[in-house]
T-cell receptor
Framework: AQSVAQPEDQVNVAEGNPLTVKCTYS??????LFWYVQYPNRGLQFLLK??????LVKGSYGFEAEFNKSQTSFHLKKPSALVSDSALYFC????????????FGSGTKLNVKP | GAVVSQHPSRVICKSGTSVKIECRSL??????MFWYRQFPKKSLMLMAT?????????EQGVEKDKFLINHASLTLSTLTVTSAHPEDSSFYIC????????????FGPGTRLTVT
């Protein structure tokens, strides 16, 4: 079965500092990995995805993620955090063997303080 | 970009009644729609997968008779919570994708259900 894990419930960072939100994965075959962001009482918004190619993936709003096969990780990063980045972040994996279902991690709340 | 809407955005119902939530793809034909439930501590749980014109596939532990899913057309899926109870109160989110762009999954804004 495909799964992702987000080991941190919450990440706190000061505005202007770099941020990292962690995700590790467990998949059969090639991983199809995604990051989504959710603002309060809203649906999920797509940030970026890794399917194949370069290990460093660039996405929306200045976010990027690094795919690391040896560590089975797909951490989300941003060089300089903004207060407006404060939200809930989800890592996800697509199960290509089962209707292309997406399975989500438990989510990480990012707090960026001024 | 592709837009998915949900209606209603918020609903309050009495215990024992049924409530229907609609999920629509506004500018594309959704081959597959997914229903998620988000619990208070933020975990997003996949409830079921529905393909247009066929029966939904439910995840383990999700009651089929309680959460009725219908995917009658390529732009509409409905989730009906039957005989709702307070423990069914939650945030329900749908998403959709369209073959062959199966890596693109578009999410609705969610529906907050409160059962009193």
């Amino acid at each position: 079965a495909q799964s992702v894990a987000q080991p941190e419930d919450q990440v706190n960072v000061a505005e202007g500092n770099p941020l990292t939100v962690k995700c590790t994965y467990s998949v059969s075959g090639n991983p199809y990995l995604f990051w989504y962001v959710q603002y309060p009482n809203r649906g999920l918004q797509f940030l970026l995805k890794y399917i194949t190619g370069d290990n460093l993936v660039k996405g929306s709003y200045g976010f990027e993620a690094e795919f690391n096969k040896s560590q089975t990780s797909f951490h989300l990063k941003k060089p300089s955090a903004l207060v407006s980045d404060s939200a809930l972040y989800f890592c996800a994996v697509r199960d290509i063997l089962s209707f292309n279902k997406f399975y989500f991690g438990s989510g990480t709340k990012l707090n960026v303080k001024p | 970009g592709a837009v998915v809407s949900q209606h209603p955005s918020r609903v309050i119902c009495k215990s024992g009644t049924s409530v229907k939530i609609e999920c629509r793809s506004l500018d594309f034909q959704a081959t597959t729609m997914f229903w998620y439930r988000q619990f208070p501590k933020k975990s997003l749980m996949l409830m079921a997968t529905s393909n247009e014109g066929s029966k939904a596939t439910y995840e383990q532990g999700v009651e089929k008779d309680k959460f009725l899913i219908n995917h009658a057309s390529l732009t509409l899926s409905t989730l009906t919570v039957t005989s709702a109870h307070p423990e069914d109160s939650s945030f329900y989110i749908c998403s959709a994708n369209s073959f062959p762009r199966v890596n693109e999954q578009y999410f609705g804004p969610g529906t907050r259900l409160t059962v009193t």
